[in-house]
């Protein structure tokens, strides 16, 4: 067990390297399985998330190597199913499922598990496998499916919270080596599911509307191998615009496309934040940026992403007057709300709604995170905050920051880990 303790209220500025995008790393090596020649990803974070992909492939027979940003994988002789000790560790891991079935007929695997955020079904996963051709049942835990030939349909993506982008992950490796046409309607528009279409189409699969809401995809025979580079991860740099507007720095955010991150930059724009766009450079400037308070809803893409949901409720914290967040897409994603009132943030629950009332003075104190993205929350929070805070719980952001603590580092910030030993039952530092 590691925490983090951080040193508060320092000025941050300077510039942060955006690394590639874990929500579209994960897909690429789940789709991986679906040829037996040599696949090779760039750009490829290395994050927590990534590595146990990877060792997941690896128990399935692939191979698996991952230096310097690049992950090759080769899936040459694979079988068996993924283990309950494993798939309970990462809600990404059922982006397994539409490959798996794709290429050896049959799977049995657990449903997954990963960061507890309310009630997220995978019904419309196995809606869209059954569509195609595939024979779902549960039994003694397991999700097992079988198909002796996957055949294309008309399947619909959309729920009670929008399209799942996971669920459209599986059925489009699904429909990739279907027999005939599969057209999928509602599927998920988010950036990462149109790159895993793009890597795909590398890889000789036949992919219409690519981006859009209806997808058109003709099966082939088979997959072959092909290189592919990942697209930036918008939510990194959702996190850093956020935290440099809330502690008035100025930021540099580079290897970043901002057309990923519209809905984001508009909402800050309109409130009154300053930015500079020259390539894929994207100047933050925090110092010069008065605020006005706002009141956002999390949509699926191109909707403002839920991901960036909890960030945005610290900076909300530093911002005169009241503003307020709805959350459409994981209503329960307000774990973070009880630690923020701790260190002295004035948040109203109200249902799907939080309501903010700032500027506010933070102070340190010691919080436990919860998740992943209430962790970047909470880190950013600690870096506003007067005084010294304790963050515990920080695998969770490990999960899906890069080098987290040491970006900020290069900006300003003031912070260390160290591990945190047991014995006898109790803790000592």
Known sequence: MQEVIIQGGRPLAGKVSISGAKNAGLPALAASLLTDDFVTIHR????????????????????????????????????????????????????????LIARLKRVNMP???????????????????????????????????????????????????????????????????????????????????????????????????????TLTIDGVEQLHGASHELIPDRIEFGTFLLLALAGRGKLELTKMDAALCGAIIDALAESGAEFEEIGNFFIVHGERSNLRPMHLETLPFPGLPTDLQAPLCTLFTQICGESSMLENIYPDRFTHVGELRRMGADIVMDGRRAVIRGATHLSGAPVMIPDLRAGACLYSA???????????????????????????????AVLQRREIMQKDGCEKI
């Open 382 to 412: 600690a870096l506003l905050a007067r005084g010294e805070s304790i963050l515990r719980g920080i695998h969770h952001v490990d999960r899906g920051y890069e080098i987290f603590d040491e970006k900020l580092r290069k900006i300003g």
């Open 44 to 99: 490829m974070p290395d994050l927590k998330d990534i590595r146990f992909m990877g060792s997941l492939l690896e128990d399935l027979g692939c191979e698996f190597s991952f230096q310097d940003g690049t992950a090759c994988v080769r899936a040459l002789a694979i079988g068996g199913n993924p283990s309950y000790e494993r798939v309970q560790q990462m809600r990404a891991s059922i982006c397994l499922l539409g490959p």
């Open 111 to 213: 449903p997954p598990g990963g960061c507890v955020l309310g009630q997220r079904p995978i019904d419309l996963h196995l809606h869209g496998l059954t569509a195609l051709g595939c024979e779902i049942f549960i039994q003694n835990g397991l999700i097992c499916a079988s198909a002796n030939q996957l055949k294309g349909a008309t399947v619909s993506m959309g729920g009670v919270f929008g399209s799942t982008v996971t669920g459209t992950i599986n059925v489009i490796c699904a429909a990739t080596l279907a027999n005939g046409t599969t057209i999928i309607e509602n599927a998920a528009r988010e950036p990462e599911v149109a790159d895993l279409c793009r890597m795909l189409v590398k890889m000789g699969a036949k992919i219409d509307g690519i981006g859009e809401s």
